[in-house]
């Protein structure tokens, strides 16, 4: 079936400091999603990557779809404590599966 | 917009008993609900997939007689822990999608604990 990878599996750094996790998947994806889930708290939506090779920016988060659909990244400029949670990619199979990748836990230190 | 909710946000029921779990979208129609379980500091684990008017779909290993989900209408969805066992214990999250609206992504609810002693 369809796995998605993600690396790293945690991740600490200083605030400031640039942060990029990236997410693998087994099958080409019709589309990836990318979720964030705070110490205690509900995942919660960030965007959604469509189309081959896409780049969205959401202030200091730039989300990358890569040309084959199969992985993407994500990546935050200059972290914040604000930034501190867990980053989820989620793979979406034309709506045939949708699978949560392990995740990527964030600490930044201040 | 795009809110949901579930019901109770924690549970402590005792071994043998079964648990109900409710999942509301409050300002959409969701079409298509999600069931996950997550454990401590791992991933959201998709239990099973339901639509509203039909049988859910359950994922490889989930066992359909043990949780028991039911999407009588276009906001609401249960999920019913059967003779619940100490291992069932985990945070169960609904999400739902709205696809009128034309995007894939999920709503989350908040959450439910449970702990069965």
């Known amino acids: 079936g369809q796995q998605v990878m993600q690396i790293p599996q945690y991740q600490h750094v200083q605030e400031g400091e640039d942060f990029t996790t990236y997410c693998n998947s087994s099958t080409t994806l019709s589309n990836i999603q990318w979720y964030k889930q705070r110490p205690g708290g509900h995942p919660v939506f960030l965007i959604q990557l469509v189309k081959s090779g896409e780049v969205k920016k959401q202030k200091r988060l730039t989300f990358q779809f890569g040309e084959a659909k199969k992985n993407s990244s994500l990546h935050i400029t200059a972290t914040q404590t604000t930034d501190v949670g867990t980053y989820f990619c989620?793979?979406?199979?034309?709506?045939?599966?949708?699978?949560f990748g392990p995740g990527t836990r964030l600490s930044v230190l201040p | 917009g795009a809110v949901v909710s579930q019901h109770p946000s924690r549970v402590i029921c005792k071994s043998g008993t079964s648990v109900k779990i409710e999942c509301r979208s409050l300002?959409?129609?969701?079409?298509?609900m999600f069931w996950y379980r997550q454990f401590p500091k791992q991933s959201l684990m998709l239990m099973a997939t339901s639509n509203e008017g039909s049988k859910a779909t359950y994922e490889q290993g989930v066992e359909k007689d043990k949780f028991l989900i039911n999407h009588a209408s276009l906001t609401l969805s249960t999920l019913t822990v059967t003779s619940a066992h100490p291992e069932d214990s985990s945070f169960y999250i609904c999400s739902a999608r709205d696809m009128d609206r034309g995007f894939y992504e999920q709503y989350f609810g908040p959450g439910t604990r449970l702990t069965v002693t």
């Open positions: 989620a793979g979406d199979n034309y709506g045939q599966n949708f699978v």
């Open positions: 300002d959409f129609q969701a079409t298509t």
